[in-house]
């Protein structure tokens, strides 16, 4: 007989811990290992491991108010994950308590031994016990608090606290914690938009053009995931974030312009670039890490897209495309991507507040890498929330390239953050933020620097 929905997952989240590879990955690992080869089965794995990932601050919070004489991080994976697992199921899915206790019981009784599943079995009880309020009293401040109940990291739950204020904090971190939008972009280059809506509807994806950014439909219900239709299939659309999309439409090349995208792995925003201009750009694409640019060679041979790809480090860019210049450069560099918590809730467990600042002295090596590259504009976009990675980088940038204004990219989304820890941004209203608890979309931030 097959393992249960429970095992499976407590399969997935220990490769997760030990490998930090995204869910979706380690679903696919998991299950192919065990011969489930229904991409069905795979979907409801994915979507309760992102449920559970999603809670998993405050899951913990439950374990360790009941671990008694230890942490939750000190205990076996297997032990720990059996204990999420079934503290999920009891809290937040309506399962009987002794239901959730049994499975969580037989799991790790079958995988160590009569000793680990006498312990689950105890601590188990006391979950049982416990309320939210229980578990939030213990708290030892209003960040923890928040974090907890929220299911966000600390360092998040600070720096927001900061920049929008509580009452708003919560509002994102309650967006963050529901089911993200789905959007779709349409190679406008490869098939007319109209059709595409046409063929999706017989499939049963319904959808609805985005009325601000161009080639972007909405998934508004679907029978079938549109990854399963035939224009899915064909390349005739693929998934893309408004955003993310957004960012692009912000450089709007003219026909026959030149495009540099310098981080630019696996594709998605050249190729919306690509879609917008019906082909009529000179595309290169960049990026350092040879696996995301073999992903990106596969996409766009199967999106129509061509494009000069080059393996290269945009911090050395200038030298290693020989002084070449281009009309427009996008920088969509490595980011915390705390804007997108709602799709990836793993990232939320796995970068810290270090790993934010590293992020940001990275972003600002690539603009000022590319910088002299751009003849007319420079885009500049991250899924991130932060003001380090964002306000921060372009203020800094700006102070030393003093070739550059800040543009209105596009006109969507919210102004960017006005001030931050005495520090001022005195163009914060020509920079654009979409936040997912107002704009129905990832966190996102472009800001369109053009030669002055
Ligand atoms: C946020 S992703 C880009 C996503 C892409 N723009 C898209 O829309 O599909 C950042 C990319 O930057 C690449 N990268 C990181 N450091 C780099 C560097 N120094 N030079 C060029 N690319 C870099 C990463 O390999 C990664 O593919």
Same mark, same amino acid.
């Given at each position: ?12 989240? @220990? &490769?997760?811990?030990?490998? /930090? ?19 069905? =089965? ?35 994976? +297997? =032990? &720990?994950?059996?204990? /999420? ?88 971190? !309650? ?9 779709? &972009?349409v190679h406008a280059h490869l098939i007319d938009p109209d059709k595409v809506v046409l063929e999706l509807e017989k499939e049963g994806v319904v959808v ?21 239709? $035939?224009?899915? %299939?064909?390349?005739? @659309? ?49 990026? @350092? ?8 060679? /596969? ?19 200038? %030298? ?10 996008? @920088? ?42 751009? !003849? ?43 001030? +931050? ?20 979309? $990832? ?10």
């Open positions: 007989m097959g393992l249960s929905r429970q095992e499976l997952t407590v399969r997935v989240l @220990v &490769r997760w811990e030990r490998t /930090r590879r995204s869910l979706r990955s380690c679903v696919k690992r998991v299950l192919l290992s065990e011969g489930v080869e229904d991409h069905k =089965v795979w979907g409801t794995i994915h979507a309760y491991c992102m449920e559970l990932m999603k809670r998993l601050r405050t899951i913990d919070a439950f374990l360790e108010a009941a671990v008694r004489n230890s942490s939750v991080r000190d205990l076996d994976p +297997w =032990v &720990r994950n059996a204990l /999420r697992v079934a503290t999920f199921e009891m809290k937040f899915n309506d399962v009987k308590p002794a239901i959730a206790t049994n499975e969580a019981v037989k799991i790790v009784l079958d995988e160590l031994g009569e000793g680990p599943a006498r312990f689950v079995n105890a601590v188990l009880y006391d979950v049982e016990e416990l309320s939210m309020d229980d578990v939030l009293d213990r708290a030892r401040d209003e960040i923890e608090r928040l974090a907890i109940e929220y299911s966000h990291p600390e360092w998040f739950v600070r720096h927001l606290l900061d920049t929008l204020g509580r009452e708003e904090l919560e509002r994102l971190m !309650e967006a963050n914690n529901r089911e993200p939008e789905r959007y779709l &972009r609805e053009e985005d009325p601000d950014v161009p080639l972007i439909l909405r998934v508004v219900e679907h029978d079938v995931p549109p990854v399963r239709t $035939e224009p899915y %299939r064909r390349g005739w @659309v693929a998934y893309q974030d408004k955003a993310s999309a957004a960012a692009a439409y912000a450089l709007r090349p003219d026909p026959g312009d030149s495009v540099l995208d310098a981080c630019a792995a696996p594709g998605n925003k050249s190729a919306y670039l690509y879609a917008l201009a019906e082909g009529e750009i000179e595309l290169t694409c960049v990026d @350092v890490n040879p696996r995301r640019l073999r992903e990106m060679r /596969r996409n766009f041979r199967r999106w129509g897209v061509e494009a000069r790809i080059r393996r290269a480090d945009a911090t050395e860019l200038e %030298r290693e495309l020989d002084s070449e210049r281009f009309d427009h450069v996008l @920088v969509d560099p490595p980011c915390s991507s705390s804007g997108a918590y709602a799709r990836s809730p793993e990232t939320r467990w796995t970068v810290r507040w270090r790993h934010v600042n590293r992020y940001a002295r990275g972003q600002l090596a690539i603009l000022r890498g590319v910088a002299p590259l751009a !003849e007319h504009s420079l885009v500049y976009s991250t899924c991130s929330v932060t003001v380090v990675e964002n306000e921060e980088v372009v203020r800094r940038f700006l102070r030393e390239e003093d070739g550059f204004e800040p543009e209105e990219p596009f006109d969507l989304g919210s102004p960017g953050v006005e001030r +931050w820890r005495g520090q001022r941004y005195p163009w914060h209203d020509r920079v654009r933020r979409l936040w997912p608890h107002r704009h129905r979309t $990832e966190g996102f931030f472009t800001a369109r620097l053009v030669r002055s």
